[in-house]
């Protein structure tokens, strides 16, 4: 099995559960490699972080320039018009990594995936057709961008979601952030969202709320029979 190529942070003991978290348009894995020192957990929780590199694709709404891309965007419309089989071949990927995160002897109900931007587009797909339960999902500064053909897997119908969106976002606008709320919340789901005064980022505020989120998602105990 071929994976992308990724920034592995690994903790001091072994690993009982993983962050496999996406960077945006043009970023590669060590784009949030930084923020892992932020991320103060207890030391119970001794948490793999993966950081994929999205692979180098010509983009077309930046005159065909070659960049790290989840999928390649063919117009800057409020809702992105965007290559959907592109984004179908990096969610085959990411789940990939999710499955040999499980390989690795990680529960899947401890396995976490977070993405911005593109990256948090892929995040949405990934985690919620992902065939057994995941611990959460994070998603930041992005949009839903399949929420009108998704399908929905069962074991994550109660998935725990936490939506990150900056109010003043130039490049994605938040009015997609709220919109991926609904969508899900008509699907069942209960997203908590966040608002930040910023822009197109991910400010120190939001980290520390993440990590109180990867706390909440991680301490979570599990009988064998809870499915």
């Excluded at 117009?75 to 959907?84: F, G, P, S, V």
């Excluded at 995160?101 to 892929?122: K, L, M, N, P, T």
């Excluded at 500064?141 to 929420?147: E, K, V």
């Excluded at 976002?169 to 991926?180: F, M, N, Y």
Aim: charged share 15%.
């Amino acid at each position: 099995m071929t994976y992308l190529p990724c920034v592995e942070i690994e903790p001091k003991q072994a690993a009982n559960a993983s962050v496999i978290w996406l960077h945006g348009l043009g970023a590669n894995g060590h784009d949030f490699a930084g923020v892992v020192p932020m991320i103060a957990l207890p030391n119970e929780q001794q948490v793999r972080y993966v950081f994929p590199h999205a692979p180098e694709i010509n983009v077309t709404i930046n005159n065909g320039y070659r960049m790290p891309a989840w999928y390649d965007i063919l117009a800057m419309t409020l809702e992105r018009k965007i290559d959907m089989p592109g984004l179908m071949t990096s969610v085959e990927q990411v789940q990939s990594l999710i499955q040999r995160e499980i390989d690795r002897g990680i529960d899947s109900r401890r396995i976490i995936v977070a993405g911005f931007s593109q990256g948090g587009a892929v995040a949405y797909q990934s985690a919620l057709t992902f065939t057994k339960p995941l611990a959460g999902l994070l998603v930041m500064s992005s949009y839903f961008a399949t929420a009108k053909t998704i399908e929905l897997d069962k074991n994550n119908r109660a998935l725990p979601i936490h939506i990150y969106h900056g109010s003043t976002d130039p490049v994605v606008a938040e009015s997609l952030g709220l919109d991926a709320m609904k969508y899900l919340a008509a699907f069942g789901f209960q997203p908590q969202y966040h608002r930040y005064l910023a822009e197109h980022t991910v400010t120190a505020q939001q980290i520390n709320d993440i990590s109180q989120h990867i706390k909440q998602f991680l301490s979570i105990k599990f009988n064998d029979d809870y499915f």
